[in-house]
């Protein structure tokens, strides 16, 4: 086991690495080109799709996919009990996690519970620690999220999804050892009612909730982590004890995708209900104009930061830092992004170019799981696994 001088010595070197590294060649590059349709040594390959039957008791909606996912979900369960002993090595985390937890964190909201028992009984994984593997989404989703407007007034939203930051380090390859096991359990799902599509989402199996999606025809949204002191730790605490007045933000993000009727109406869902952790939706619609960037809190919005093509406002980017704040020095995904984006320009804007954007590092980097690329209007959704080959950015 890693001792805490040892562990604070390595993030350090960690750190000053990539401070160093987010600055220069060749950890930073030129804006990409030509990288669409995806092939060559970035791109891992395509990501599965299948159907949540809605109409399904929630106890059984997953269990198609669980059935196919199981072994892959016990590999990282595993790998996150193995990274709580290492630092509690008695064993009293996973035991309360094992025991206590479902009792700590009972009456989760709408069909969210039952889900996860359902997926508990299908994998044989203690109910515990799929409790605690929807928990963990709250805290460590670390991704670039983009909404741009043609010339055209024709909306495109895209996103990497980086996850996986300090949650073990495989020297061997220069992964993440989190980030690589997700990428198995990444999946495209078409949730459906009366065998019509109501949303689409891109997620890991095994999670309930939802970080990104879109409503075909009216809206698209992502979620971002927010970094905050007056974090989602301290409402997940308020859970516990019993306050319950907030919603888990990754569930709001599937009750928005899977009830919202309009952009407008998702928007103010996002903006006035209480969320347990301080996040970024990444909010886009189906006429010019209507894509944002809603900044919370736990309790309010911060702020609303909107598309204007007219004062030539023509996209939106958000990383996990607030808009009128730099972004942390060693993790300065905006700059590239927006730069990339500027030299695409609004004429020339379209899913090879927004792809091309989120192929540049350090936008695309060692967290980095899947691309998502989304339009609402004409109903096209597409999901691609990534891989970062060295050299390239930790985060």
């Known amino acids: 086991m890693l001792g805490w001088s040892r562990v604070t010595l390595v993030l350090a070197a960690a750190a000053v690495t990539c401070a160093s590294a987010q600055q220069a060649p060749p950890w930073t590059e030129n804006c990409r080109k030509s990288?669409?349709?995806?092939?060559?040594?970035?791109?891992?390959?395509?990501?599965?799709?299948?159907?949540?039957?809605?109409?399904?008791?929630?106890?059984?909606?997953?269990?198609e996919l669980m059935a196919d996912k199981a072994p892959a979900l016990k590999i990282i369960v595993n790998s996150l009990k193995d990274l709580v002993t290492a630092f509690?090595?008695?064993?009293?985390?996973?035991?309360?996690?094992?025991?206590?937890?479902?009792g700590l964190l009972g009456n989760f909201p709408g069909p969210f519970e039952e889900e996860m028992k359902g997926i508990a009984a299908v994998t044989g994984i203690p109910l515990g620690e799929i409790l605690a593997f929807n928990v963990f989404y709250e805290f460590f989703t670390i991704c670039t999220s983009i909404i741009t407007e043609d010339k055209e007034g024709h909306l495109l939203h895209g996103r990497?999804?980086?996850?996986?930051?300090?949650?073990?380090?495989?020297?061997?390859?220069?992964?993440w050892v989190v980030t690589e096991q997700l990428k198995p359990l990444s999946v495209n799902l078409d949730f459906q009612r009366n065998n019509k599509t109501v949303f689409?989402?891109?997620?890991?199996?095994?999670?309930?909730?939802?970080?990104?999606?879109?409503?075909?025809?009216?809206?698209?949204?992502?979620?971002?982590?927010?970094?905050?002191?007056?974090?989602?730790?301290?409402?997940?605490?308020?859970?516990?004890?019993?306050?319950?007045?907030?919603?888990?933000?990754?569930?709001?993000?599937?009750?928005?995708?899977?009830?919202?009727?309009?952009?407008?109406?998702?928007?103010?869902?996002?903006i006035k209900t209480k969320i347990l952790a301080p996040a970024y939706f990444i909010l886009g619609g189906n006429k010019s104009g209507e894509g944002?960037?809603?900044?919370?809190?736990?309790?309010?919005?911060?702020d609303v930061y909107e598309l204007n093509p007219k004062q030539d406002r023509w996209y939106v980017v958000q990383t996990n830092y607030d808009r009128w704040k730099n972004p942390l020095f060693l993790d300065d995904r905006r700059t590239p992004a927006k730069m990339c984006l500027n030299q695409t320009t609004q004429e020339n804007i379209s899913f090879a170019t927004m792809y091309d954007v989120l192929s540049t590092k350090p936008v695309l980097n060692k967290l980095t799981v899947f691309t998502t690329l989304m339009d609402v209007t004409k109903g096209q959704y597409e999901t691609y696994l990534r891989d970062c080959p060295d050299p390239c950015i930790g985060w």
């Open 292 to 302: 944002c960037v809603i900044t919370r809190d736990r309790k309010q919005s911060l």
């Open 160 to 175: 990497n999804m980086d996850f996986g930051v300090f949650l073990g380090w495989n020297i061997n390859n220069n992964t």
């Open 35 to 63: 990288t669409y349709p995806p092939s060559g040594p970035t791109y891992r390959g395509s990501v599965p799709w299948y159907t949540i039957n809605l109409d399904l008791p929630p106890y059984k909606r997953w269990h």
């Open 200 to 270: 689409k989402a891109s997620s890991f199996a095994g999670y309930v909730g939802m970080l990104t999606g879109f409503k075909p025809g009216l809206f698209s949204l992502t979620l971002n982590e927010r970094f905050s002191i007056n974090g989602g730790y301290l409402g997940v605490i308020e859970w516990i004890l019993g306050k319950k007045d907030a919603m888990w933000i990754g569930f709001i993000t599937r009750l928005v995708l899977e009830n919202g009727t309009s952009y407008e109406e998702a928007k103010n869902t996002l």
């Open 88 to 102: 509690v090595p008695s064993g009293k985390i996973m035991q309360i996690v094992d025991q206590k937890l479902p």
